[in-house]
């Protein structure tokens, strides 16, 4: 059985002393309400990463997580955060590939590579971001993109390390666009990612790994969408800034 897998991204929001808060709420409301089935991840600015582990080190089922690390293990590259640094704050899960990187940053599909080699080395579980925009959908070439995107930043891996990474599908073209992608589109997706995991590396490894969707969950929503039989989870962008909604998304299995 696949991995439940509800991840938070904070994104470039809270104070220390809010993320601290807000991390204490979920923990607490976790102890109380969240199954064991289910893993919640909070992926947090750098600097509340280990306050936070501190908090969630109190309950088995919910985790920290970066946004981002570097391809290179040390150096001269200032405001970067290694994977050593990510590890040495208590963190277990990293976002690498989120569309707002590759697109303020240009982190190219060679980069990530290498970055989700570094983190399966460091024993970092990846939460690998892909995605297609509002004018690569118009085109119809949303498959074939993401697709792309895959082989040139997962397809030099083994099966064994393919099987540690999480992947979250984001509808960019539906974020913030005023445009809604339904349910079936989100399925629809999601079974394309899954396919072309199985061409490569076989369809048993493809049916073990988690598949979220990050295409703006709710608590409204997320029932129908965590029912489809290829969505795994989600990743949560907003709605992970507001401890209740983020509990019930995770409830919503």
């Not at 509800?6 to 929001?13: D, F, L, P, S, T």
């Not at 600097?47 to 080190?57: D, N, P, Y």
């Not at 963190?91 to 190219?108: D, K, L, P």
């Amino acid at each position: 059985m696949r991995k439940k897998v509800i991840a938070g991204n904070w994104k470039m929001n809270l104070t220390l002393e809010e993320g601290v808060s807000l991390a204490s709420e979920v923990v607490n409301i976790a102890k109380d309400e969240l199954t064991s089935d289910v893993t919640m991840v909070l992926c947090t600015p750098a600097i509340h990463m280990a306050a936070v582990s501190k908090l969630t080190a109190e309950v088995a089922n919910v985790h920290v997580g970066a946004q981002n690390i570097s391809e290179h293990e040390s150096g001269a590259y200032t405001g970067d955060i290694s994977a050593d640094m990510a590890l040495s704050t208590g963190a277990e899960f990293v976002i690498i590939g989120h569309s707002e990187r590759r697109e303020y940053h240009f982190e190219t599909n060679a980069q990530l590579a290498a970055r989700v080699e570094l983190a399966l080395a460091k024993g970092l579980t990846p939460l690998f971001c892909c995605g297609e925009s509002l004018e690569t959908r118009e085109a119809g070439d949303h498959v074939s993109f993401v697709t792309k995107q895959l082989e040139e930043s997962l397809y030099q891996l083994s099966a064994e390390q393919m099987e540690k990474v999480v992947i979250a599908y984001e509808p960019i073209w539906a974020i913030g666009t005023g445009v809604t992608a339904s349910t079936e589109q989100a399925q629809e997706m999601h079974k394309s990612i899954r396919e072309a995991l199985a061409s490569k590396f076989g369809a048993e490894v493809a049916e073990k790994i988690s598949i979220l969707y990050g295409g703006s969950m709710k608590p409204g929503n997320a029932p129908e969408l965590l029912a489809q039989p290829d969505v795994d989870g989600g990743l949560i962008g907003g709605a992970s800034l507001k401890s209740r909604d983020f509990i019930d998304i995770a409830k919503s299995y």
